[in-house]
């Protein structure tokens, strides 16, 4: 594994397995200008607001109403109880909120897979707090 993180220039952390190891990856990308429990906090902020205000876009994806939606992005949030249609969404929604790409590397099939998540939904927002 060290040869492969090496050649993708990237460092293997461990996070929580708590459930929510996808949130704290990225709250560690966030720690350069918050701390640990407030980039969480942010996060899961960030996301419900996200998932809320644009709940039309993100029903598009999946096969479930926008209440529905929001009913399982809050229980994967405050519960962490992954339910496939909203937790797939969840890197998109994070994504589209801190308007970055979110890099995933996964293992399968011997080898690492990178999935470059884009924001999907451009708007104006005041990116000095990330």
């Known amino acids: 594994m060290d040869d492969v993180t090496k050649s993708l220039n990237v460092t293997l952390v461990h996070t929580l397995d708590d459930g929510h190891c ?11 200008t918050l701390n640990t429990m407030q980039a969480y906090e942010f996060l899961m ?9 644009n709940k039309n876009h993100y029903t598009n994806f999946i096969d479930e109403d926008s209440g529905r939606l929001n009913l399982l992005v ?29 890099h995933i590397y996964s293992e399968r099939d011997g080898g690492i897979w990178k999935t470059i998540v884009q924001p999907k939904i451009p708007r104006n927002i005041n990116k000095s707090h990330y």
């Open 74 to 102: 809050l229980k994967y949030l405050h519960n962490k109880i992954f339910d496939h249609a909203a937790g797939e969404l969840i890197p998109q929604i994070t994504s589209n909120a801190l308007q970055k790409p979110i």
């Open 45 to 53: 902020k960030t996301i419900e607001t996200e998932s809320r205000t």
């Open 22 to 32: 996808f949130l704290h990856a990225v709250g560690l990308q966030l720690n350069e």
